[in-house]
């Protein structure tokens, strides 16, 4: 049985802040864990525009707290997320998230992250394993 919180794991490795500034994410269960799945809480900040393709993941979102715009770049479609409202990528569509507000949110991969990861060029987390434990960090 593993027991950890958001606060535990503040200013560890767990810990990730995105280079391009726009988002921060407290990674609580990984790949290492070895449970098919990673679980994180996101805040992306207030004002900034962060466009993301997970072609390598399956991205459950549930918003806990903020608003944010977020819009399908594939088909156009724009749709407003708030508390209590999720969305599931999976078709792995290339998405642009434009928060109003700070916006927080628990977000659920597959297949799980290792916390390495950082968004490419074009938004995409490249698929690390637990096995890649010797690959750069990105």
Same mark, same amino acid.
């Given at each position: 049985?593993?027991?950890r919180s958001?606060? /535990?794991?503040?200013?560890?490795?767990?810990h990730?802040?995105?280079?391009?500034?726009?988002?921060?994410?407290?990674?609580? =269960?990984? @790949?290492? *864990?070895?449970?098919?799945?990673? !679980?994180?809480?996101?805040?992306? +900040? @207030?004002?900034?525009?962060?466009?993301?393709? +997970?072609a390598?993941?399956?991205? @459950?979102? !549930?918003?806990? *707290?903020?608003?944010a715009? !977020?819009?399908?770049?594939?088909?156009?479609?724009?749709?407003?997320?708030?508390?209590?409202?999720? +969305?599931?990528?999976?078709?792995?569509?290339?998405?642009?998230?434009?928060?109003?507000?700070?916006?927080?949110?628990v977000?659920?991969?597959? #297949? #799980? =992250?290792?916390?390495?990861? /950082?968004?490419?060029?074009?938004g995409? +987390?490249?698929? !690390?394993?637990?096995? /890649?434990a010797? @690959? #750069?960090?990105v």
């Amino acid at each position: 049985m593993i027991v950890r919180s958001f606060k /535990d794991i503040e200013g560890t490795d767990r810990h990730v802040k995105a280079a391009s500034g726009t988002w921060e994410s407290k990674r609580i =269960v990984l @790949a290492k *864990e070895r449970v098919g799945f990673s !679980l994180h809480e996101t805040t992306l +900040y @207030a004002g900034t525009e962060t466009s993301m393709w +997970y072609a390598n993941h399956i991205e @459950a979102v !549930l918003c806990v *707290e903020g608003e944010a715009e !977020l819009t399908n770049d594939e088909t156009g479609e724009k749709h407003w997320i708030s508390p209590g409202t999720m +969305y599931l990528l999976n078709g792995h569509e290339k998405h642009t998230m434009r928060p109003k507000t700070d916006f927080r949110c628990v977000c659920v991969f597959n #297949p #799980p =992250v290792t916390g390495r990861e /950082d968004h490419d060029e074009n938004g995409v +987390y490249p698929l !690390l394993t637990e096995d /890649d434990a010797d @690959a #750069p960090q990105v």
